[in-house]
């Protein structure tokens, strides 16, 4: 790629080498010429705060060698600032990089800064999109979108867009924050329908694929949020998994379980309510057939609850 | 004299990442039965004791140690993009795992790929890590301080200073990721951490706590959390990195540290984990960032309980750890990793060793199954360890998968009465035994060192260059 900071006159800067310390030092980089020259006229350009167009160059053309360099990134935001460069052409430029490496983050605080400078978020949402396309789960980008979202105050089109990732995939749990972001979020009271409204919908992915904790995660999350009891989705558990009446069967299909969480959050409501033998055998059934790596942690569970029970009994 | 500078640019035997790919997967296994070296050589660092009660793998079926090999008994019909994954990754892990076995930890393998950065120059591909050279340092030495310490000579703690030291931002007063680089929070934690595996004293004299105190509490946000450096993102790894920084160099404040903990406890979600800043999605990197936090901040025993709910992440913890892999994800619906050996297993450390009464007796984990996964899935042909089988390994994933194998192999505890509790004290007083063979049965050949569990320093290092501090003056900040 031909760089075009070189573009520029750069006689008048003598670059500064590179000193990685002593004259063994532990993990150099055999760079290649022209990262390592880039570099030397960068440390050369910041040691005197020098604001310009080739210094801005320089930056770009660096990033587009190792995009998680933050001090680059960091030098250019002061530089645009200070050089008052169009904002929007930033943005676009920014969208390439991110376009071209998708796994990079520093370029997430950099449009924070620029956007919120820029004041508008026109480009914001679509540029996301895209990249949430390419990686549906990647972590800075969701943290952005937050941080978009607040700060414009964009929430109304939030609950539609992760009902769409949601719909591509049920177990994008980044989708499944989101949507506990959007509804919660904001400091505000929410009306119970609404949150009757969100239990649905949980509950409507769950028997999709009744194994899926984001999901359930999310039903979960919502009704501690509202302070609403457990016992509301007894009923719903029990369709998913029944308790078998008997001795637990060795053939699954006897006891009628199709989801080990319904068993764990049926075990913690018989738990609430004193009911520590069903509560047990739910444990028991967790710890022996449907999520048995989690033995340990299910005997635990039981183990406390009936020294709990046997102290207040 | 001290030998020439190396020339050399490592040329690794596996170049692309992607030529490790499942095809090769299978003789990944065959070598590990089969590399003659280290059969021929299984070199036990003398520094660890043997344990009477450590018995050969060959007693792998022993109930307690029982592993969970096969496939979960009920896997949803839908077919998304994340449960494809899943099945192909869980696919992959179980093809590895051999019943009633446990490969031989290729110690020669990995040391000598750890001691790349200290023998050769890194090729071009690194330009990437330019900006996280204090990483390249602290990665290989902190997991060669576990696995093989004698490996590391006087020669290469003679070269950390000056290398971490080139690194410095002297007009800030904290570490860069490289030379003439901004101070960074992350650099500026794995920097010190390399200087207090280098126990230089002359090099810890130079450092300017002062300045560095001041820096620190320029990157302090009035919210109670840090920035990562002036004018980036804040973040739980930030108030990590900034309190560990800080506990090593004794430069603990009440000023540096108000509001601090109540940031933390808003980073931990709706499903018990803690995410990287409030509402966002929780992750196991940031759940033990935010647990190592507030095990600085003040007696883990207090502070735990107080600023998290204990028992929503315990629950996000235990669901951590995947069957049939026995590695943990860092994710709800995410893949395992083996990276997450660390951090996932590493806040059980804590919770072990801090809450005896949530965690009973027992460990709430399988210990076997994720030592087999390290040891069948992690290990790598090449040297180092990787993420998952697939992919290539790498100084990052070496480090905090080896931490995990230190960790299935030892038991921590917190222990209030080891030095006087105040500020900047309590991340340094964690001692560990080896774990009871009724846990985890270890082969003796596979054992690693303890380490610090807050720090994630071989066990004794940061005490030390904490100590070195302490013994002057309270500075006035």
Known sequence: MPLAYLDYTWDDIVPIPQDDGGDSPLAPIAYQDDYKTAMEYLRAVMSVEEFSDRALQLTADLIFMNPAHYTVWAYRARLLLALKKDLEQELIWIEEVGEQFPKNYQIWNHREVIVDKYDNPIRELPFIEVMLELDSKNYHVWSYRQWVVRRFDLWITELDYTDRMIENDVRNNSAWNHRYFAMFGKAEDVARTAIDDEIDYAKTAILKAPQNASAWNYLLGVLKHSNRSLSEIEDFCNDLATLPTTEPSTDIDMDQITSARALEVLADIYASRHEVEKAAQAWTLLAEKYDPIRENYWKFKKDQTIQRFAATA | ?477
């Not at chain 2, 108000?258 to 709706?270: K, L």
Request: net charge negative; hydrophobic share 35%; aromatic share 10%.
């Open chain 2, 1 to 477: 004299m001290r030998p020439p500078v190396p020339r050399a640019v490592f040329r690794p035997r596996v170049v692309s990442p992607s030529s490790e790919s499942s095809a090769s997967i299978e003789s990944t296994t065959t070598s590990l039965e089969g590399t003659p070296g280290a059969k021929k050589n299984p070199r036990t660092p003398k520094t660890f004791s043997t344990n009477p009660n450590i018995r050969m793998a060959a007693a792998m079926t022993a109930e307690q140690n029982k592993v969970h090999n096969e496939a979960l008994s009920v896997v949803d019909s839908l077919i998304t993009e994340s449960s494809a994954t899943q099945e192909e990754t869980a696919r992959l892990c179980a093809g590895l795992i051999l019943d009633g076995q446990l490969p031989v930890l290729q110690r020669q393998l990995h040391t000598d790929f750890l001691k790349i950065p200290m023998t050769f120059q890194l090729p071009p591909t690194f330009t990437g890590l330019d900006a996280s050279k204090p990483w390249l340092m602290y990665w290989p030495l902190h997991a060669l301080g576990i696995l093989d310490p004698d490996s590391r000579t006087d020669d290469i703690f003679s070269r950390i200073g000056p290398s971490v030291m080139a690194c410095l931002d002297e007009k800030e007063g904290g570490f860069g990721g490289g030379n003439g680089q901004t101070a960074h929070l992350a650099a500026t934690y794995a920097s010190l951490n390399a200087l207090a595996m280098s126990g230089d004293k002359q090099v810890w004299a130079q450092i300017n706590r002062r300045k560095l105190y001041k820096w620190l509490m320029s990157v302090k946000r009035p919210d109670g959390g840090f920035s990562m450096h002036v004018g980036g993102e804040e973040d739980v790894r930030a108030v990590y990195c900034a309190l560990a920084s800080a506990a090593l160099m004794n430069i603990i404040t009440p000023e540096l540290v108000e509001g601090t903990a109540e940031w933390v406890s808003r980073c931990q979600t709706y499903e018990g984990g803690i995410g990287g800043a409030p509402c966002n999605e929780a992750h196991g990197g940031y759940a033990f960032c935010g647990l190592a936090a507030l095990c600085i901040l003040g007696n883990p025993v207090e502070m735990i309980p107080k600023y998290l709910d204990v028992d929503g992440f315990v629950q996000w913890l235990s669901a951590r750890q995947y069957q049939p892999e026995g590695g943990f994800s860092g994710r709800t619906n995410k893949l395992v990793d083996g990276c997450y050996s660390w951090w996932v297993g590493g806040c059980w450390s804590i919770l072990e060793g801090a809450l005896p009464g949530i965690t009973a007796k027992d460990v709430l984990w399988s210990k076997a199954d994720l030592q087999k996964y390290i040891l069948f899935c992690c290990q790598s042909s090449r040297g180092g360890l990787r993420d998952k089988p697939g992919k290539s390994s790498d100084f990052y994933h070496s480090c905090y998968a080896l931490s995990g194998l230190s960790e299935v192999q030892h038991r921590y505890s917190f222990n209030p009465k080891l030095r006087v509790a105040k500020p900047g004290e309590y991340s340094f007083m964690w001692t560990s035994e080896l774990e009871s063979p009724d846990i985890v049965i270890i082969d003796e050949q596979n054992i690693v060192g303890p380490l610090n569990p807050v720090h994630v320093l071989p066990a004794g290092v940061g005490e030390r260059m904490h100590d070195f501090y302490a013994s002057f003056e309270m500075l006035e900040l």
